[in-house]
């Protein structure tokens, strides 16, 4: 093996980052989103909960160690459900998930749980459908959740 060959150059494309956040009600009901499938060109129309892709750096100890909600959540929860937090709400860590989109693009998924006193308006952007509050002990038996939630829910217990 030549020493080019040994060296030789790799493109590989670095994972993505997403913020997920389970919003627990007072009711401890959690609120799901249905995902728009013609925004996002797969055909795929399931429930998610709210959160996407940060647009800039993040320091993941942020949303690992919980406490104040990162920018970019709150910049996710804006968009998707038109709420800005009060600032007074704290995360609780739940999981890292690696996910393959329907895209096939690799995304690192941290995903935390924010309980919330009052109930909040919702108003959907355009990549969602609907919205309902669901009983967290219902989760686990809720029809038509995506992949990487339906795993969320089995593998870390969540209610």
């Keep these: 093996m030549t020493e080019n060959e040994q060296f030789k150059e790799y493109k590989i494309k670095p994972s993505q980052i997403g913020v997920k956040v389970l919003i627990f009600n007072s009711r401890d009901e959690v609120l799901l989103l249905k995902r728009n499938p013609e925004v996002y060109g797969d055909g795929e129309a399931y429930w998610d909960i709210p959160g996407g892709r940060v647009e800039k750096n993040i320091d993941i100890a942020s949303i690992t160690g919980g406490g104040a909600l990162h920018p970019e959540l709150c910049r996710e929860l804006r968009e ?21 989109t329907s895209m ?56």
Excluded: C
């Design 104 to 159: 096939n693009e690799k995304v690192d998924r941290y995903t935390v749980a924010m309980r919330i006193v009052d109930d909040i308006p919702v108003r959907l952007s355009n990549e969602h459908t609907a919205y309902k509050w669901i009983p967290a002990d219902e989760l686990k038996n809720t029809e038509n959740l995506g992949h990487a939630l339906k795993s969320l829910v089995s593998e870390n217990n969540i209610k």
């Design 80 to 100: 998707e459900i038109g709420w800005l937090p009060t600032g007074n709400e704290t995360l609780r860590f739940i999981a890292r998930q690696q996910v393959t």
